[in-house]
C-alpha cells in the first residue's frame, strides 16, 4: 500500500505563487509516474502536470509557462511549483501515483487564489 501526502496549499492573491509538495510512502517512488491533478466546484478532476520516472514532463495547456513539476526521488517526494496564479486556479489539488503495481491519491490540498 502507497500512501501519499499532500502540503503547501492555502490561500494566495493572483500573480503569486505557491509550491505543493507530495510525500510518498514505500519504495515505488521512484519507478513511479507522479501526477498533480485539480477539482474545482462543479467540475471534473483534470490533470495539471505528469512527471514520469525519466523525468518527461507533461503540462495542461491553461498552466504551461506558470506552473512546474518536479521529482526528488531521494525524498519519494514530488513538488508542484505554481507561478503567476490565477483566480481560476483555484481547486482541491491531487497528487497521483501509478505504477504497475499501485494508482494511488492522496487526500488532497486546497488552493485558493482570490484578493
Known amino acids: 500500500q502507497v500512501q501519499l501526502v499532500e502540503s503547501g496549499g492555502g490561500l494566495v492573491q493572483p500573480g503569486g505563487s505557491l509550491r505543493l509538495s507530495c510525500a510518498a510512502s514505500g519504495s515505488s517512488f521512484s519507478i513511479a509516474t507522479m501526477g498533480w491533478y485539480r477539482q474545482a466546484p462543479g467540475k471534473e478532476r483534470e490533470l495539471v502536470a505528469r512527471i514520469t520516472s525519466g523525468s518527461r514532463t507533461i503540462y495542461a495547456d491553461s498552466v504551461k509557462d506558470r506552473f512546474t513539476i518536479s521529482r526528488d526521488n531521494a525524498k519519494n517526494t514530488v513538488y508542484l511549483q505554481m507561478n503567476s496564479l490565477k483566480p481560476e486556479d483555484t481547486a482541491v489539488y491531487y497528487c497521483?501515483?501509478?505504477?504497475?503495481?499501485?494508482?494511488?491519491w492522496g487526500q488532497g490540498t486546497q488552493v485558493t487564489v482570490s484578493s
Open positions: 497521483n501515483l501509478r505504477n504497475s503495481l499501485y494508482d494511488s
